[in-house]
Nanobody
């Protein structure tokens, strides 16, 4: 099993920055990729950014150039640097890990951290 713990959410003004962290523990050897998703009230959860075990990254078009996903393998931690935040990006941000053996239907999830961007 994989356990994920997010931190770093909070309240920020439009145009500001936040850095989210996700620490993974458990069967970390089985993780193929990690990423960040977000879910706003009344909307479905959507992918924000992801990074594979090989280091390839993917971003939602809406965050390209502003968000950066990175990892520290020694610390089993993934980060999401969010710059120039917009009010419409207010949501609960969830850390995700993909593992065929340690996660139900292939994905493990953290508890989420609230990000609120004020206008």
């Amino acid at each position: 099993q994989v356990q994920l713990v997010e931190s770093g959410g909070g309240l920020v003004q439009a145009g500001g920055s936040l850095r989210l962290s996700c620490a993974a523990s458990g069967s970390i050897f089985s993780i193929n990729a990690m990423g960040w998703y977000r879910q706003a009230p009344g909307k479905q959860r959507e992918l924000v950014a992801a990074i594979t075990s090989g280091g390839s990254t993917n971003y939602a078009d809406s965050v390209k150039g502003r968000f950066t996903i990175s990892r520290d393998n020694a610390k089993n931690t993934v980060y999401l640097q969010m710059n120039s935040l917009k009010p419409e990006e207010t949501a609960v941000y969830y850390c995700n890990a993909r593992s065929a053996t340690a996660c139900g239907i292939g994905d493990c999830w953290g508890q989420g951290t609230q990000v609120t961007v004020s206008s």
